[in-house]
């Protein structure tokens, strides 16, 4: 397989800019019409309220502790849950979901949760009504968080179209497989093991890794003989955050192995990738961040 220089894919990208909706990245999933779903939302709500009565009446605590094992048994049993306003109030008290469900103290802190859940905002969210549509939309205001599979996805699909191959008939869950595919990719990150052996077998250092707190790849693909080890980023905006991957991204490309058949590839996609478009047309873009980026 010919390869051509890095300038001549520079070229090819600055000549691709980003759509504004990028299929890959759409998602668009109902969830309020989940009758269980909503079931369970809704009985949420309703433990809610006897729970923040007993608390301002100071009723029995028997009855409290009842209601809260059962708030909690929702809460951990049910997918999705942290789209409800109950949860998505936890995040002014910095606590996220995720956060609570590795924590030792689970119930006690659900307890401190809900106490100030009713003092903060539950006469407010009875007054203004509830809806599901609220649950749709925090839901809908989270679909950024899937964006990094579908980034792997993405690189997958185009190879595919460019060397035309089946996405489902060339993963390669096998050192075997590895070494006897012509065609194929793995993904380390869902099996670093194999990972960590392909790069034994190939005498592969992956300076990077050592470098960055272990951290995989996204894909590595096999296209022939060649192996390229692939980082990849969906990136729309400038900021902080953002910018640390971007910096990842360059340092990547950085590394090297001792083998012409060991590629390492930066992947980038997002419409922040069209301000690199415009540093060509841009007569003062040469001070510009993404002008040294």
Known sequence: MALKSNIEYWIISLKNPEPIFDEYYIFDEIIVEDEDFIKNVEKLRELITAYCVILE????????????DEIYK????????QYTEFVAFWKILDISLSVFLKLPNKKAVLAEL???YCLRR?????RLGYSNITVQALYDSG??????????KKVIYLASEVFNFKREDVYLKTMEEIKTSDIGYLLPDRDEELFRNFCSEYKIVYRFGEEHQGKVPDIVLKINNHFFIIEAKHIKESGGAQDKQIVELIEFIKYSENSEFIHYLSFMDGLYFNNFICIQLEKNSRASKQFVQ
């Open 114 to 116: 809900l106490k100030q």
């Open 122 to 126: 539950k006469k407010l969210y009875d």
């Open 74 to 81: 929702t809460i951990t049993s049910t997918d999705k849950l």
């Open 143 to 152: 679909a950024s968080r899937k964006k990094g599979t579908a980034g792997i």
């Open 57 to 68: 009446f100071e009723k029995s605590k028997e009855i409290a502790d009842k209601i809260l």
